[in-house]
């Protein structure tokens, strides 16, 4: 991973660098006008905030990609003006040409389709090995440091395998760090502790509690820079904290998702999408209009009387996520309704003039399936935006390094000449993902230690909001204090604060956006411009 930028004094260029997939984060952006302009850039939008010349005007594009995806989306920043620059760019600008002039050195559309084209034709045994042989090497070469380094460890696939792969490179017992929550159905602490026990590694472990939660949540205005929805943000930076206790180099699982097919949306793009799109589209809106007639606390509360209700929790919220998605007219609508897990339509929540309607990034990708489709837009977009930003900023606000062995150039392009039968592999019980990266971990941890439904990094956050942080919670959304900003629609975020405390419907993600923004526009509020 990397960001750097390198002025050339002989040609009065100067060029900015990022890594391929994005791990380090790179601002730009001309400010000021006429021959009071001045190029700006740096690897955190607090230092560009520091010149006299900064605007920190809000970009409202930018304002309604992080309300409907949780983060601020692709190319924009929260502040007009100023750009990311893309990952596997290279962004030159000069005094003879001050529009800046992007060259890119990878991509990730280009390594799916090549890949697609040139598949790994060995057998699937040798398809592991090579596997297993390149994530070793990839492992290994990140273990090299000349300070104490340890590991994140879940008790899932990805976090699994990378310890496994250092503790097989490693004389003593690898530090390992997890955490945990009280609420059972949040808390992976225990898996990863049986995990930690069989491979003999230095396991330390942290039960975090709402009020740790709440002494977190003041500190990510300033961690993020801006806007920031993510709620795993609190327990990621958490574990960061904790393991910088003990070392100054943590490698993580990041990643092992997107180039191997381990989300759940891969599944439903798999296994749903095929036959749903055979369904004509009037049938499939007035299913979709069918399963809305009822609202989510009336579907929850009929779900509650039948056997064995507690599998059905939440079930009239899911059912009205997936009528969303039951009337999408295409694989991207349908990538875009599941990804889409703040506001989906944010020209409602906001009062200032919004220009797009989605903002992620979508090209074209000729010859790939519909679920190959969803990785690499993943990769484009959740990946970088979200769980990189994410794991960086939590662990860069305590000195914390962290690297990603899944990210290694050379384990995403092998990656992505597997066929995707080496990936999402149809048994009996439905479809097995991460396939060939499990047969990997299977050689160094007992499949049983590991086989169990996929859990989010997430916080009870919906439990929360109604108890220990409802007080923080009513303070930001207060009408008084939304009217005063002018950004958001009073009556709409106040109408979402009654249901959810009531019980009635869960807007954790919605009402995390919304407070998050608040939040930040409460630390910025002395310096900030109106949006244009």
């Known amino acids: 991973m990397f960001a750097f930028a390198v002025w050339d004094k002989h040609t009065n260029t100067l060029t900015l660098g990022r890594d391929r997939l994005g791990e380090k984060p790179l601002y730009y952006g001309w400010q000021g006008k006429g021959s009071e302009a001045v190029f700006l850039f740096g690897s955190e939008l ?18 309604a990609s992080f309300m409907q995806n949780m983060v601020v989306a692709g190319f924009r920043s929260i502040f007009k003006g100023i750009y990311k620059v893309a990952p596997g760019t290279l962004l030159t600008v000069s005094l003879k040409s001050p529009e800046p002039v992007v060259n890119r050195y990878w991509s990730i559309e280009d390594v799916a389709t090549q890949g697609v084209k040139q598949p790994f034709e060995g057998t699937e045994s040798e398809a592991v090995d090579a596997l297993e042989d390149l994530l070793k090497d990839a492992v290994g070469q990140q273990m090299m440091a000349d300070v104490p380094l340890g590991a994140f460890l879940s008790g899932g696939v990805d976090s699994s395998t990378i310890v496994a792969l250092m503790q097989a490179q ?38 975090v509690t709402p009020q740790q939660a709440l002494d977190v949540i003041p500190r990510l205005p300033s961690l993020y820079d801006e806007p920031f929805a993510d709620s795993s943000q609190i327990p990621t930076f958490l574990v960061s904290q904790m393991t910088r206790q003990h070392v100054t180099v943590a490698l993580s699982g990041d990643a092992g998702d997107e180039i191997f097919a381990g989300y759940n949306r891969y599944q439903i793009s798999a296994s749903l999408w095929p036959r749903l799109s055979k369904v004509p589209g009037p049938l499939r809106q007035a299913a979709a209009w069918g399963l809305t007639r009822f609202s989510p606390a009336t579907l929850n509360r009929l779900a509650g009387h039948l056997p064995g209700s507690g599998r059905w929790a939440g079930v009239g919220d899911k059912l009205h996520k997936g009528a969303s998605v039951m009337s999408a007219d295409s694989i991207d609508a349908l990538y875009q309704g599941l990804v889409a897990t703040g506001w989906p339509e944010p020209r409602k929540l906001l009062n200032v003039p919004v220009s797009h309607g989605h903002f992620l990034q979508m090209p074209e990708l000729l010859g790939l399936s519909d679920v190959q489709r969803m990785m690499v837009l993943d990769g484009l977009n959740y990946l970088p935006d979200d769980i990189l930003t994410k794991v960086d900023r939590a662990a860069m606000g305590v000195s914390l390094e962290t690297r990603v062995p899944f990210l290694d150039h050379r384990v995403v392009e092998f990656a992505w000449r597997l066929p995707m039968a080496y990936k999402l592999r149809p048994t009996q019980n439905g479809l097995v993902t991460k396939w060939a990266l499990r047969q990997v971990l299977y050689r160094h941890v007992p499949q049983a230690l590991i086989e169990r439904p996929k859990v989010g990094f997430g916080v009870p956050l919906e439990q929360w909001l109604r108890g220990p942080l409802r007080e923080w919670a009513e303070d930001l959304l207060s009408p008084a204090r939304l009217k005063r900003d002018g950004y958001l629609n009073s009556g709409l975020v106040r109408q979402k604060w009654t249901e959810h405390l009531s019980g009635r419907r869960n807007h954790q993600h919605a009402l995390w956006c919304v407070l998050m923004f608040q939040a930040w526009l409460s630390k910025q509020s002395t310096m900030m411009g109106k949006p244009v």
């Not at 607090?46 to 304002?63: E, G, Q």
């Not at 955490?179 to 942290?206: M, P, Q, R, S």
């Open 46 to 63: 607090k230092a560009l905030r520091v010149h006299p010349a900064f605007d920190a005007s809000i970009c409202s594009d930018a304002l």
């Open 170 to 207: 490693s004389s003593r017992p690898v530090k390992t760090f997890s955490i945990g929550f009280a609420e059972e159905a949040f808390n992976e602490a225990e898996h990863a502790k049986a995990v930690a026990n069989h491979l003999g590694t230095d396991h330390t472990e942290l039960y």
